[in-house]
């Protein structure tokens, strides 16, 4: 009897774990991931709200911005929220990248690199199908039970509402398609700093490679050597979303504030250096000899007029709390709203005591 309905209520959904998105360079890591996902689905699906509303968050963030590339950096932060982003203003480096048209290709090319994804396949759709099926009998199964026989027995429905809280997990990690093969997100990020320019030092001077210039490079995946502290921001399974929660946001603000400054300055036909060339066709983009300057000019324009670099910087960043909120109570809701009703099932389960027959 124990077979059979091991079989029938805790199988299917121990198979369902299978799906759960996977991607560190450490067997070990995934295997925490695993565990830490069915110990604490609390923490699964705050990591999975927090994921979503940075992807609403971040696209209201750029609806401003009007200059080149603005589409592309949305699309890159979001897909790097399973990485540990580093953003690198120092240098002219993010500047140059925000302004520069020799930059073009990078934000074009790390795009494409990125978008590896995470989503729907037939092994999927049938264990979710499997899962499904199984609970629908499991339910069905408890409203034909005999209350009266002095055999009964537990029908699964408690052990089943206690893991279907799985489901919305599952859906909505393939619903967003996480990048989070740690391999394919270095290489991609790596080999596209492999073509990023940095404004020289003069006017006359042209733009040179970052990897000429500078060991580090406006954007880049990394985590301090040996910091154990942050061994969780570093892992690239989804789950520890919740740890490169702030020092994210602290990235996108920073890339978000060279854009809007750069498109504030575009849209009132100020050039980097020289004079406003206005573009023969009917374009928003701005002629490519308006994106020309040293690193002095690049820097500036990045800057609204009248502020400072540390002006515009906010404590944490912007709307964190109401998210953390927000996600907090969708986590909360589902993890007890599910184990809430397998409490109340198995309590109302009548129980059968030893019985002793001649």
């Not at 925490?32 to 709200?49: E, H, K």
């Not at 911005?65 to 592309?72: H, L």
């Not at 492999?194 to 990897?211: N, T």
């Not at 602290?250 to 004079?275: K, L």
Request: with cysteine; charged share 20%; aromatic share 10%.
């Amino acid at each position: 009897m124990f077979s059979q309905q091991f079989t029938s209520w805790l199988l299917p959904w121990l198979a369902l774990v299978s799906q759960l998105p996977f991607g560190a360079n450490d067997k070990l890591d995934n295997l925490i991931a695993t565990l830490l996902t069915v110990g604490s689905p609390t923490l699964a699906a705050y990591s999975l709200a927090l994921t979503v509303l940075n992807g609403r968050w971040i696209a209201r963030r750029f609806a401003s911005s009007t200059y080149p590339n603005t589409r592309n950096a949305v699309r890159i932060l979001s897909s790097l929220q399973q990485a540990p982003l580093r953003v690198m203003s120092e240098g002219s480096l993010l500047p140059s990248l925000v302004v520069l048209a020799d930059n073009d290709e990078w934000w074009t090319e790390l795009e494409g690199w990125l978008d590896s994804t995470y989503t729907w396949s037939i092994s999927a759709a049938a264990s979710i199908g499997w899962v499904i099926v199984a609970y629908i009998f499991t339910v069905a199964d408890a409203f034909t039970t005999d209350l009266k026989d002095s055999t009964i027995y537990a029908t699964g429905e408690a052990i089943g509402s206690a893991w279907i809280w799985l489901l919305p997990i599952i859906v909505g990690w393939l619903q967003i398609s996480p990048k989070c093969d740690s391999v394919r997100l270095d290489k991609a990020v790596n080999r596209a700093n492999q073509m990023a320019y940095v404004a020289g030092a003069e006017l006359h001077e042209k733009p040179r490679l970052a990897r000429d210039v500078a060991k580090e490079y406006a954007v880049s995946l990394a985590v301090g050597p040996g910091d154990i502290l942050r061994r969780d921001e570093g892992c690239t399974v989804p789950i520890f979303n919740y740890a490169r929660f702030l020092s994210w946001v602290d990235a996108v603000e920073t890339v978000a504030n060279a854009f809007d400054a750069a498109s504030e300055h575009a849209r009132q036909n100020r050039p980097v250096s020289g004079e406003w060339v206005q573009e023969k066709k009917l374009s928003l983009r701005p002629h490519e000899k308006n994106r020309v300057g040293c690193k002095f000019q690049v820097e500036e324009y990045c800057i609204r007029k009248g502020e400072s670099l540390d002006d515009r910087r906010t404590a944490w960043g912007r709307g964190i709390w109401s998210r953390m909120f927000i996600a907090s109570m969708l986590a909360i809701t589902l993890q007890w709203g599910t184990l809430g009703g397998a409490v109340l099932a198995q309590w109302f389960t009548p129980t059968i005591g030893m019985t002793i027959q001649h």
